[in-house]
């Protein structure tokens, strides 16, 4: 049905006939709609960690991890406009269609997006180091982090230098003149380091959560919320086997499974900084359902009680009072605030003794006065 549509509209003059048909020559189309949907569902995540963020924290000042997690969204959404671009039309197509004019303005697209990708995954790793760092006081816990982070940004500026100057300061998006290095190995050590340093940040929440006192359960629905960022290693990995074809003579089709990991690898980084906030989420919309029913069940009884209360007052004449009841050391967390209110002759709490039906004064009253009403 979209190649009708296409072909119809094609014949129409609304562009191009082959434009926007996906061919055997023509892959471009795919990276396009691949790109605008990983795009959509990136932004959705990172306003889904937003909501969470300002809604269930008190402290709603930007902190260094919101400010990374908001630079990796803003970079990754940089590096998509490259691809989505007029210039990032070549991607995909064949480089007999291609002219020279077309193929140096979307080299130097893919130059600039090589650049965002760095910078978008350093700040999403350092994201997550920034949210380990709030796990644990622990004075060991705290140096693995930092020990960790400071490589992650020795690999950031090891890859942004490196794309960077691969040509010296002379045409550096061609990377096939004599004054570039060898590209190929460059990125291989870019794509294995990359691959190294998310297997730490998984392996480091294990070593963090494991051994705190909570059940089997909660350890591994914590520990499953951080291995997220095992789903970045997966397309690195196919960004690794296709690095090949970008050194082919029709790079520009050849290298399309490339291209479309690059953007698999740039959506899992930033997902993987939300994800790790679905945990308090569920806990917070658990723990809200709870105290919406407590607070509700507890001002209906505590209406019936007062209503009986008053009743009884003004029948024997002032002399009923309510029993208070703390409930403080409950072990529901939703109940630690909250104060029972029951009908009774008596008003106690759990430092002041009842005598006769009475309280004991809350002041000391003068000798020989014994209890008074």
Not at 127 to 141: E, K, Q, Y
Not at 194 to 223: E, F, G, Q
Request: hydrophobic content about 45%.
């Amino acid at each position: 049905m979209a190649f009708l549509i296409n072909r119809s509209s094609a014949e129409d003059g609304f562009f191009e006939p082959g434009e926007h048909i996906v061919t055997e020559t023509n892959l471009n189309p795919i990276l396009q709609m691949s790109t605008w949907l990983l795009l959509g569902l990136t932004t959705l995540m990172f306003c889904f960690r937003l909501l969470t963020r300002f809604f269930l924290r008190s402290n709603n000042v930007l902190g260094v991890e919101e400010a990374l997690a908001l630079s990796a969204y803003l970079l990754s959404l940089g590096q998509s406009v490259t691809v989505i671009i007029p210039e990032g039309g070549i991607f995909g197509r064949t480089l007999a269609d291609i002219s020279a004019d077309e193929l140096t303005a979307g080299m130097r697209a893919a130059y600039a997006g090589d650049l965002l990708f760095i910078l978008s995954l350093g700040c999403g790793k350092l994201t997550l180091c920034a949210c380990l760092l709030t796990l644990s006081p622990d004075r060991m816990h705290r140096r693995m982090v930092y020990l960790l982070g400071s490589v992650v940004v020795l690999w950031t500026l090891s890859a942004l230098l490196g794309s960077a100057l691969r040509c010296g300061g002379q045409l550096p998006w061609l990377a096939k003149t004599e004054q570039c290095f060898n590209l190929r190995a460059f990125l291989e050590y870019q794509s294995i380091a990359n691959i190294l340093t998310d297997a730490a940040l998984v392996a480091l929440p294990v070593v963090m959560i494991y051994p705190l006192n909570l059940s089997l359960k909660s350890r591994a629905t914590v520990l499953m919320f951080f291995a997220s960022r095992a789903l970045v290693i997966i397309p690195t990995v196919f960004q690794l086997i296709y690095l090949p074809r970008l050194f082919e003579a029709d790079f520009t089709l050849r290298a399309f499974p490339y291209y479309l990991s690059v953007q698999l690898v740039q959506f899992a980084s930033v997902s993987a900084t939300c994800l790790v906030y679905f945990w308090p989420l569920m806990n917070s919309l658990r723990s809200g359902l709870m105290w919406a029913d407590n607070i509700e069940s507890r001002m209906s009884s505590s209406r019936l009680g007062m209503s009986k209360f008053s009743n009884k007052s003004r029948g024997t004449g002032g002399a009923a009072t309510a029993t208070i009841h703390s409930v403080a050391g409950s072990d529901t967390p939703s109940r630690r605030n909250y104060i029972k209110i029951t009908t009774g002759y008596a008003v106690s709490s759990g430092s002041l003794p009842i005598q006769d039906g009475k309280t004991s004064p809350t002041r000391p009253e003068p000798s020989g006065s014994g209890n008074g009403a």
